[in-house]
C-alpha cells in the first residue's frame, strides 16, 4: 500500500516538474488595427508584420475570418520564422460592393516541437465607396505602431486571442492543472485510506465474534 502512495507521489511530482522545464515564447505583430479606404473597382494590397523576438524559430500559420474571409487572400498561409526576425504577411483585397466590412487576419504563433499554439490577430476594417464617391479628405489609414504580444506555450490548445493588448499567461493554467492534480492525488489516498481502515475493523469485529463463541 505503501509502494502505491509513494509511486503516485512521484508521478505527481515527475507531472509538475515538466511543467516548469517547459519554455514560453513570445510572438508579436505589427499593424494591429487598420484602417482602409478604397473604391469598387479598386485593388490594394496591404501586410501584417510578424515578429519573432525569440532564440528559437516558430511555425506561423495565418487565415481569414470575418466579413472579407472569402475575398481577401493573403499570399502566405505558413512559413518558419527565425529567431529574432521579422516579416511581412502581405495580403490583397479587390473591392468589388461598397460597405464596409470588419475582417480579421489572423496569426498563430507555435514552436516547431509543438502541434498547437495560440495567437494574435490584426483587425482589417475596410471602407468602400462607390466609384468617384471617395470623399477628398479621406485617406487611406493603417494603424503602423499598434503592436500586440502573447505568450505561446508548447502544446497548449489552439486558441485566438482578438484583443491584441490581451496577453496569455501560461503560470494560470500551470495553477489549475496543479489543483487538479492535488486534489486527484488527495482523493486517492482518501480512499486508500478509508478501504484499509475498513479492512481493519473488520478483522476486529470478527476477532471478537471469534471469542464470544470460544466463552460458550
Do not use: C
Request: net charge positive; glycine share 8%.
Amino acid at each position: 500500500m505503501k509502494k502505491n502512495i509513494a509511486f503516485i507521489g512521484v508521478l505527481i511530482l515527475i507531472i509538475l516538474s515538466s511543467s516548469f522545464l517547459v519554455s514560453a515564447v513570445t510572438g508579436k505583430i505589427g499593424n494591429g488595427r487598420m484602417v482602409l479606404s478604397m473604391e469598387v473597382g479598386d485593388t490594394i494590397g496591404r501586410y501584417v508584420t510578424i515578429i519573432n523576438d525569440n532564440d528559437e524559430p516558430l511555425n506561423i500559420t495565418l487565415f481569414v475570418s470575418g466579413d472579407l474571409k472569402d475575398e481577401l487572400k493573403l499570399e502566405e498561409t505558413n512559413f518558419i520564422l527565425e529567431p529574432n526576425t521579422e516579416k511581412k504577411a502581405n495580403f490583397i483585397y479587390k473591392a468589388k460592393k461598397a460597405g464596409t466590412y470588419d475582417t480579421k487576419i489572423n496569426v498563430q504563433f507555435a514552436p516547431l516541437n509543438a502541434k498547437n499554439g495560440v495567437g494574435l490577430s490584426s483587425t482589417v476594417i475596410i471602407k468602400v465607396y462607390g466609384r468617384g464617391d471617395l470623399p477628398d479628405n479621406t485617406n487611406t489609414n493603417t494603424d503602423e505602431n499598434s503592436t500586440g504580444s502573447v505568450s505561446v506555450k508548447p502544446n497548449s490548445n489552439n486558441a485566438i486571442i482578438n484583443n491584441n493588448r490581451t496577453k496569455f499567461n501560461p503560470i494560470y493554467l500551470f495553477g489549475i492543472s496543479t489543483i487538479i492534480l492535488l486534489v486527484v492525488f488527495l482523493g486517492l489516498l482518501y480512499f486508500i485510506y478509508s478501504k484499509k481502515t475498513r479492512g481493519v475493523k473488520g478483522g476486529v469485529a470478527n476477532g471478537n465474534k471469534v471469542k464470544r463463541e470460544i466463552k460458550k
